[in-house]
C-alpha cells in the first residue's frame, strides 16, 4: 500500500483488456469493409451492441463485481465447499434468467412485426426486418458470453488468469473467420462493392452465427480450468437461500448504478439507429476507439488511487487523502489529456486506416472522425470521475453519485435525440461530451461538503500537464501536415501511407511528451518509468 507522497503504481491486469480491444478492432475492421454503414451494416451492429449490453450489465459488469469479493470471503472464512455452493446457487439463478432472457428475447423478435419497429424509424425502413432477424440470431449470444464472465471470476479467484484473458482472442478468431466465409459466401472473395443487398444479408446472418459461435467457445474453454480447480459444480436454482438473498441485496444497487450509464449507451445507439441513416455505426467505431483509452485509464487510476485515499480517509488524515486524490487526479489528466489531443489531431487518419476500406466510404470515415473528434472532449473529465466517484464512496455516501447519473442519463438521451436527427453520429457524441464534462463538474461541486483541505499543487500540476499536451498536439499536427502537405497529396492515400503517418505522429507526439514533461519536472513521469519497470 503507498504511503503518501509515493508513486501510485498502475494496474497491469489492465494491459489484457488493451490487447482484447485491439482484437475486436479487427473484426471491426473487417465488418466495415463488408458491410459499410449500409441498412445490412446498420442493422448488425444493433443487433450485436444489445446483447452486448446485457453482457456489461449481467456478465462482467455489476454481477461479477458483486459476486467476486463474495466468492473470495467464502473460500477464506468457510473454505472450498461453501464456495461451490455460492458458484452453485449464483450459477444457477444466473443461467435460469439468462436463458429466460434469450427465450422471451428471440420469441419477440419472431413475434412483433416488422411495421412496428419501421414506424420508429426516420428513413430506411427496410432496416426494420433486418434488425429483427439478427436479433433472433444475436439475443442467445448473451447466455454464454455471461456465463463465460461468471467462470472468469470464478477462475480469478482461484489465481487463474491465463485461459480467461485468452478466450477473447479465440473469439474475435472465429468473428475474423465468420468475416471471411461471409465474404466467400456473399462476394465469392471478390470485390465487396459488388454485392447485392441479398448477397450482404446473407453474409451478415454467417457473420452473427460466427458471433454465436464465439461466444459458446469462449465459454467451453473455461470448462476444463473449472474442472481442474474443483470448481465445476451442478448449478441449483434457490432464490430462497440465504446466500442468494445476500448476492441479490448486493447486486440490486450495483446494477442501479452500473446500468444508468450502460443503459445510457444503448440508447445512444437506439436513437442513432432511428434518427439517422448510418449514424449508428459511425457511433460505434468512434466509441471503440475512444472507449479504448477512457475506460484503461480513469479504472486504472482509480483502483491504484483507491486503497491510499480510502486508508487516509478512514484514519482522519484528510491532508493525506487531499494528496493522494490530487495525485490519482493528475495522473489521470497525464495519460487523459495527451490521449485526447492524440485523438484530436489524428482522428481521420486513424479511421481511414482502420476501417477506410470496401464498402466503408470516405464520407463513412469523415462522419466517425467528427464524432471521434466530439469524444475525444470528453476523455480528459471521464478519466477523473471514476476517481471523483471513490471520493464519495469513502466517505459513506453511495447515493449522490448513482443519482447523478439517473439525471445525466436523461440529459444525454434528450440531446441525443434532438443533436442526432440535425447532425447524426457527431450531434450524439455532442450530448455524451456535455454530459461527461457536466458529471465531472458536479462530482467535484458537491464532494466540496466532505471538507477536504482546499488544493494547492493540483492546479500546478495540470497547467504543466496542460503545457505537454499542447506540445504534444503540435507534435502529432505537424507531423499530420508534413505527410499530407508534402509525401501524400492522394485525396486516399494508400494504407501503408497512412499507418507511416499515424505511426510517425504518434513517436513525434510521444517524444514531445517525454521531453516536455522531463523539462517540466512532472511527477507522473516518474510514475510511466515505475510501471514501465514493472514495479
Not at 479511421?351 to 472532449?377: K, N, P, S, Y
Not at 505527410?483 to 510521444?510: D, H, M, N, S
Request: hydrophobic residues 55%.
Amino acid at each position: 500500500m503507498n504511503r503518501p507522497g509515493e508513486g501510485i503504481a498502475l494496474p497491469r491486469s489492465h494491459q489484457g483488456t488493451a490487447i482484447a480491444t485491439q482484437a475486436r478492432t479487427e473484426s471491426d475492421s473487417a465488418l466495415a469493409a463488408l458491410f459499410g454503414s449500409q441498412p445490412v451494416g446498420q442493422a448488425l451492429r444493433l443487433a450485436f451492441n444489445i446483447p452486448n449490453f446485457l453482457r456489461r450489465l449481467l456478465g462482467e459488469g455489476a454481477l461479477t463485481a458483486v459476486f467476486l469479493p463474495m466468492l473470495s470471503l467464502a473460500k477464506l472464512q468457510k473454505g472450498d465447499a461453501e464456495a461451490r455452493r455460492l458458484i452453485a446457487v449464483v450459477g444457477g439463478a444466473q443461467a435460469a434468467a439468462l436463458v429466460v432472457i434469450a427465450l422471451l428475447g428471440v420469441a419477440g423478435c419472431l413475434a412483433v412485426p416488422p411495421s412496428v419497429v419501421a414506424s420508429l424509424l426516420h428513413d430506411d425502413p427496410e432496416r426494420a426486418p433486418l434488425l429483427l432477424r439478427y436479433l433472433a440470431i444475436l439475443i442467445p449470444y448473451v447466455v454464454p458470453v455471461c456465463l463465460y464472465a461468471f467462470a472468469m471470476a470464478i477462475l480469478n479467484a482461484q489465481g487463474r488468469f491465463v485461459r480467461p484473458a485468452i478466450a477473447p482472442f479465440v473469439q474475435n478468431a472465429i468473428a475474423l473467420a465468420a468475416c471471411g466465409v461471409a465474404w466467400g459466401v456473399a462476394a465469392r472473395f471478390g470485390n465487396p462493392l459488388e454485392m447485392s443487398e441479398a448477397s450482404m444479408d446473407l453474409g451478415a446472418r454467417v457473420v452473427a452465427c460466427g458471433f454465436l459461435a464465439g461466444g459458446v467457445v469462449m465459454f467451453l474453454m473455461q470448462l476444463p480450468a473449472l474442472r481442474a480447480e474443483h470448481m465445476l459444480v451442478r448449478p441449483k436454482v434457490a432464490f430462497g437461500d440465504p446466500s442468494f438473498r445476500e448476492f441479490l441485496s448486493k447486486l440490486t444497487p450495483m446494477l442501479l448504478s452500473m446500468g444508468v450509464v450502460q443503459f445510457s449507451v444503448l440508447v445512444s445507439n437506439v436513437i442513432a439507429f432511428a434518427v439517422s441513416s448510418g449514424a449508428n455505426v459511425h457511433l460505434d467505431f468512434a466509441a471503440r476507439l475512444f472507449q479504448l483509452p477512457q475506460g484503461l485509464i480513469g479504472t486504472a487510476v482509480a483502483t491504484a488511487a483507491y486503497p491510499q485515499l480510502a486508508r487516509s480517509w478512514h484514519e482522519h488524515r484528510l491532508g493525506d487523502a487531499r494528496r493522494a486524490l490530487d495525485h490519482g487526479l493528475s495522473l489521470a489528466t497525464f495519460f487523459g489529456a495527451p490521449a485526447a489531443i492524440g485523438l484530436l489531431v489524428l482522428a481521420l487518419p486513424i479511421v481511414t486506416l482502420l476501417f477506410g476500406h470496401g464498402r466503408f466510404t470516405a464520407e463513412d470515415c469523415e462522419q466517425t472522425a467528427w464524432a471521434l473528434v466530439v469524444l475525444a472532449i470528453s476523455i480528459p473529465f471521464l478519466t477523473a470521475v471514476p476517481l471523483l466517484v471513490r471520493v464519495f464512496y469513502v466517505a459513506g455516501d453511495t447515493k449522490t453519485p448513482s443519482a447523478i447519473a439517473a439525471a445525466l442519463v436523461a440529459l444525454d438521451i434528450g440531446l441525443a435525440y434532438g443533436l442526432g436527427r440535425v447532425y447524426g453520429a457527431p450531434g450524439i457524441a455532442a450530448g455524451t461530451t456535455a454530459t461527461a464534462i457536466l458529471n465531472c463538474a458536479l462530482l467535484i461541486a458537491l464532494g466540496r461538503r466532505f471538507h477536504l483541505p482546499r488544493s494547492t499543487e493540483l492546479p500546478r500540476r495540470v497547467a504543466r500537464i496542460a503545457c505537454m499536451t499542447a506540445a504534444c498536439g503540435a507534435a502529432a499536427f505537424g507531423a499530420r501536415l508534413l505527410f499530407e502537405k508534402a509525401l501524400f497529396t492522394a485525396p486516399r492515400p494508400p494504407r501503408a501511407a497512412l499507418l507511416l503517418e499515424v505511426a510517425t505522429a504518434i513517436g513525434a507526439a510521444v517524444v514531445a511528451l517525454v521531453a516536455t514533461a522531463r523539462a517540466l519536472r512532472l511527477q507522473e513521469i516518474d510514475d510511466l518509468r515505475a510501471l514501465r519497470r514493472g514495479r
